[in-house]
């Protein structure tokens, strides 16, 4: 059950705050403040909230970067940010990389996570993005679960990619299908 009075946002520096808050109760691969920041000035990334309207409590988030890996004769440059959730891009973006997703931990197993996910992904088909990929930490046995879910699949193992501690990553892939 998702949160009363909230919706899924575009993500904006006034949300890097609780961004943070965010990413340290649920124990990801912290990013700084300036990190966050930098992230949203760039034009191939897809940021994304989960907020109250009410009161402006952000539970969740998602954050990715959009890649082209395939010259195209489509338009080079772009007239709309990616993270701009709704719009359909003007580039030849074709994959996507999941950067980073987290719940508050209270707010976990409410269907918030999957909500953004399915937001996510709208705007990857939307766009046309063939592939998706993530790291996910080997032990993280229920992000696995949940992007198993989703039709992700292992497709190789980065050994010691993570620090604090050190621990192996599993890359991750989905490939779109399109209707």
Sequence with gaps: MTEINSCIAPMTATHIEQILKISEASKINVWSAKDYAEELLRSDTYAIIYQNQINKNVYGFLLARLIKT???????????????????LKSAFNEAEVLNI???????NRGIG?????????FCR??????VWLEVRESNLSAQKFYGKNGFEVVYKRNNY??????????????????
């Design 70 to 88: 395939k010259n195209t004769t489509s338009e080079s440059k772009f007239n709309i940010k990616a993270n701009d959730f709704n719009s359909t």
């Design 102 to 108: 987290a719940v508050l931990p209270e707010s976990q």
């Design 162 to 179: 993570y620090t604090d501690p050190v621990e192996n990553a599993l890359v991750m892939q989905m490939q779109m299908r399109f209707i």
């Design 114 to 122: 999957q909500e953004i996910f399915n937001s996510f992904l709208r």
């Design 126 to 131: 939307k766009n046309k993005i063939e592939n």
